[in-house]
């Protein structure tokens, strides 16, 4: 099945709601699922750029980071 295949079946269930109160909870949860995505995603770039800055200062020569090695070596 694809994307736009599922994206039709939500909408078509969507609209075959017709109570208010279901729908403001629909919408709600929706609203707040956006949300614990973004701030997933504003976590993940955050972390992205914490690395790449001690990659940086790595190749720079003021931090030494491990090898591959000893961090599987730690696990």
């Keep these: 099945m694809t994307v736009l295949q599922i994206k039709n079946q939500v909408f078509r269930s969507i609209t075959d709601i017709d109570d208010l109160d ?5 919408k709600e949860f929706l609203d707040n699922l956006n949300q614990d995505n973004q701030e997933l995603l504003t976590k993940k770039c955050q972390e992205l750029k914490d ?11 003021k931090i030494k980071l491990q090898t591959a090695k ?6």
């Design 51 to 61: 690395a790449f800055e001690e990659v940086k200062l790595h190749q720079e020569g």
């Design 22 to 26: 279901t729908l403001m909870i629909l």
């Design 70 to 75: 000893e961090f599987l070596d730690e696990l």
